[in-house]
């Protein structure tokens, strides 16, 4: 068997997840008359309090999406330096935006609410005008790790005495609300916009959603159609959205639980001079000067197993929900001929 651990995005649908897919009632989106398109938008506009959400093809899209909403030409976006806007969304910050960004140093990619305060630019005709904060929640450059919730209370409090909407990145959010035990409803008081996945730990073929209120979903939506992201009987993928939100949520816990294993076979390992705290699902491992992670990489891939370079001798593995105990138990194995 090929062990693939390079992303959750590596899964393939349930047998259940197909079932309800296939049997899922259908419209046109665009026509606004996707019937299980639309119930997805409502199930997940309740689970986190908000008004309203926009089922898009991916987490790129909800992001820009949100800033193209939240920002105008000439603006700014404070976020940490490895942010996922920032360094895997095409530059389209920039793009789609007209927008600037200024690049925080978090810890392990969390702000605080003293660098956003200090971040934000000042009434002054020679700086870009600050019209948007963005975290993520679980922080994949960071390992994994997930903010406290007292410290994005913190940061909501600052963006309201600016005047500055709060994004959340929230692509990995489940992770972060298994881990700490917290709701997204919770989440959803703080954020004036929420992306969350559905195509990474929950399981899914494709698919994010963004949340928010109702006149900033009309904007988003037709955001989107300019974008060329309006899609017709798209209660296909929806579907498989409500049976992960119903199904795949609490499992999380497993995946956690797997990449704290891995962690634990690669401390033995003695070519591992540091692993990241495994806080989630991620695990991100550093190599000496002397091996290049793209090396480290191709040797795994002649055991089969699959995983990503991070940086020059960083590797970052992830759990998901098709990887197994079985799977795990053959991970050892292949590891000690490593």
């Not at 140093?105 to 630019?121: C, H, K, N, P, Y």
Request: charged letters at 25%; one cysteine or more; proline letters at 4%.
């Amino acid at each position: 068997m090929t062990i693939d651990l390079r992303s959750d995005t590596v899964t393939q649908p349930t047998p259940p997840m197909r079932e309800a897919m296939w049997s899922a009632p259908l419209g046109d989106d665009v026509l606004g008359d996707d019937p299980t398109v639309n119930a997805l938008e409502e199930k997940a506009a309740r689970l986190f309090g908000t008004e309203a959400a926009l089922f898009c093809a991916s987490g790129t899209m909800t992001n820009q999406l949100a800033i193209r909403v939240h920002t105008q030409p000439g603006s700014d976006v404070i976020c940490d330096k490895s942010s996922h806007i920032y360094l895997y969304e095409g530059g389209g910050i920039m793009l789609n935006s007209f927008s600037s960004v200024k690049l925080l140093d978090g810890d392990r990619g969390r702000l605080t609410a003293r660098q956003v305060a200090e971040a934000i630019s000042p009434d002054d005709i020679h700086a870009t005008v600050t019209r948007l904060v963005s975290l993520e929640n679980t922080m994949n450059k960071g390992g994994g790790c997930y903010y406290d919730l007292s410290e994005i209370q913190a940061i909501r409090k600052v963006c309201d005495e600016h005047g500055v909407p709060l994004h959340l990145d929230g692509a990995r959010l489940f992770n972060a609300l298994v881990a700490t035990g917290e709701t997204p409803a919770q989440h959803g008081v703080l954020f004036d916009s929420i992306s969350v996945c559905l195509s990474k730990g929950l399981g899914c073929p494709v698919g994010s959603l963004l949340l928010g209120t109702k006149d900033f979903i009309k904007q988003a939506r037709r955001f989107r159609k300019v974008m060329g992201g309006g899609w017709r009987q798209a209660g296909f993928l929806a579907a498989a959205g409500i049976y992960a939100l119903d199904h795949h949520v609490a499992r999380l816990a497993e995946d956690h639980t797997r990449a704290r294993v891995i962690g634990e076979m690669l401390y033995k390992k003695a070519e591992v001079v540091n692993i990241y705290p495994i806080d989630t699902s991620i695990v991100i491992f550093e190599l000496p000067e002397t091996i290049l992670a793209s090396d480290y990489v191709r040797r795994l891939e002649m055991l089969r197993i699959r995983a990503v370079p991070f940086g020059k001798h960083l590797v970052r593995l992830v759990t998901h929900l098709d990887f197994t105990d079985e799977h795990l138990e053959e991970l050892e194995k292949r590891m000690l001929r490593l």
